[in-house]
């Protein structure tokens, strides 16, 4: 009998999270109007290093938002990953725009920079790189791309809040970018997103399309077609506090994925480090072994001992909706896809839970 399962993630509130809702409550500040509003979007633009933040109510909508910003329209191509979580196409295919699919590097399992420069056409307007599981995409070529070409750039950083390059928050490289905030991310507001960019103009579209267009010449008055993805006091009281906790949960995700790498040395799998120069959150940890079929057996040998772990994410473009939409051969995602896997990651693991899992995964090589 399993006495206990290990999740892959799990939050840690504190306190002051708790006394944060309670405010909102006490004080009837509930919907998304409030102190709290104002105080996280400050604090999240002087953490991450950018002139703007509008929060919204969760990180796919922050994509939605963050095209239409970009100024992306209806047939305009925009690259893409496609070993990403499926809302980073989701989002380009909300606005009649065309995702179109890069492979990924073996080595970084991020986009691959010569791949986006072999899919640029004369329709494409924008790049979306992800910072795919925490470790950030080496900028210094992508962004050269996109002024070569002349094209926006757009960081899907859903699952990397604190993840560096040198000293640069991502999310502060392109020209805009979004966050989400769901429960299994390193910070989280229950569900939330943000929407950040140095250029006041793009805020201004944001703030204005999440508000459902309001013109703000006259009550009600209302010039374009907008949307209700405002976030809500309640959510922002959640993220204030996390965001006053982030350097510790970010120490605590360095440390676990230390003891990891440590213990799974000399197994037949390869434990997915950062790249020099860059500082990942590890918001998950991944491990790649060399075969499909010793990936699933892995998986449920640590389902057995009450270790949950995830698969690594299906390429897009092997999806019914966007399979048509697929430009040659994408192997390394395909690759990456089949054999990767998701080790539990929440700060409020153990040092015993890691080494229980680390030992459990060397049990399976014996
Ligand atoms: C890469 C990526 N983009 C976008 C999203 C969408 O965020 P949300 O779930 O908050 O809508 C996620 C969510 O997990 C994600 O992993």
Known sequence: MISRIIPVYEPVLSPSARSNVLKCIDSNWISSRGAFIDGFESAFSEYIGVAHSASVCNGTVALHLALLAAGIQ?????????????????????????????DSLESTWQMDPSDVERKITSKTKAIMVVHLYGQPVEMGEIMSIATRYGLKLIEDAAEAFGSRIGSKYVGSFGDVATFSFFGNKTITTGEGGMVVTNNPNIDARIRKLKGQGLAGTREYWHDEIGYNYR?????AAIGLAQLEDADELLRRKREIALIYHKSLVGLPLKFFWEQQGSTSSFWMNCIVVDKPAVRDLLRIHLANVGIETRPTFYPAHTMPMYKSMARGEYPVAVSLAERGINLPSSPALSDEDVNYISENIRSYFK
């Open 231 to 235: 976030m809500t006091n309640i959510c």
């Open 74 to 102: 209806s047939g305009d191509e925009v690259i893409v990953p496609t070993f990403t979580y499926i809302a980073s196409v989701n989002a380009i295919a909300y606005i009649g725009a065309k995702p179109v699919f890069v």
